[in-house]
């Protein structure tokens, strides 16, 4: 059964303090890797797609990188509207699979 | 605003009750995703639908649940006899084929109380 599990659960940062946030999958065949971003009471918002390992995606503050096993999502000098939930989900590469799995999320914190 | 749309934002019921939530997607987009999200947790998948058919249901969708859509457009999710434990957030999202890959975008959800 695929499985994608985030680590750290929870991050706190000062305000320009960069890191990294992990999700590591295991899935049968993996058709794409998914980064959303979620507000307290509001849906998932979409960030990234990646779709093979090597590939690297860029926005704003943040860049998402793969491999075959992990993905990484950096974040450079982060502000404090970077705080949210960061959510990775998965993509099974089976005829037909459509549902994504998604991982408990990483709640990352940016102190002014 | 062009995005997924979901109504009511809110449900507060007694157990017991039955409520039915609605979601409309994004215009053109021919799938159509509900999943269910309990504090702390990533979204679980439910079901979805490509045009008016449901093509796949998760084994958490008890005989409590049903989808329809009916016309390929909106969707609708009931659940029966609510238990406080169906007590989540409700998310609806869509995709449409771009380059032979599925983004999947979400709607606001619907936050189900169950007292």
């Known amino acids: 059964e695929d499985q994608v599990t985030q680590s750290p659960e929870a991050l706190r940062l000062q305000e320009g303090e960069s890191s990294s946030l992990n999700c590591s999958y295991t899935v049968s065949g993996l058709r794409g890797l998914f980064w959303y971003r979620q507000d307290p009471g509001k849906g998932p918002e979409f960030l990234f797609t990646?779709?093979?390992a090597g590939e690297e995606k860029e926005k704003e503050r943040l860049k998402a990188t793969l491999t075959k096993k992990e993905s990484f999502l950096h974040i450079t000098a982060p502000k404090p509207e970077d705080s949210a939930t960061y959510l990775c989900a998965v993509q099974e590469g089976i005829q037909g699979a459509q549902k994504l799995v998604f991982g408990q999320g990483t709640r990352l914190t940016i102190n002014p | 605003d062009t995005g997924v749309s979901q109504n009511p934002r809110h449900k507060i019921t007694k157990r017991g009750q039955n409520v039915t939530f609605r979601c409309d997607p994004i215009?053109?987009?021919?799938?159509l995703y509900w999943y269910r999200q309990t504090l702390g947790q990533g979204p679980e998948f439910l079901t979805y639908f490509q045009n008016e058919a449901q093509l796949e249901k998760s084994r958490l969708l008890s005989d409590r649940f049903s989808a329809e859509r009916p016309k390929g457009s909106f969707s609708t999710l009931e659940i029966q006899r609510t238990e406080q434990g169906d007590s989540a957030m409700y998310l609806c999202?869509?995709?449409?084929?771009?380059?032979?890959?599925?983004?999947?975008?979400f709607g606001p959800g619907t936050r189900l109380t169950v007292l």
């Open positions: 215009s053109e987009h021919n799938r």
């Open positions: 999202a869509s995709s449409f084929r771009v380059s032979g890959r599925y983004e999947q975008f």
């Open positions: 990646l779709y093979s």
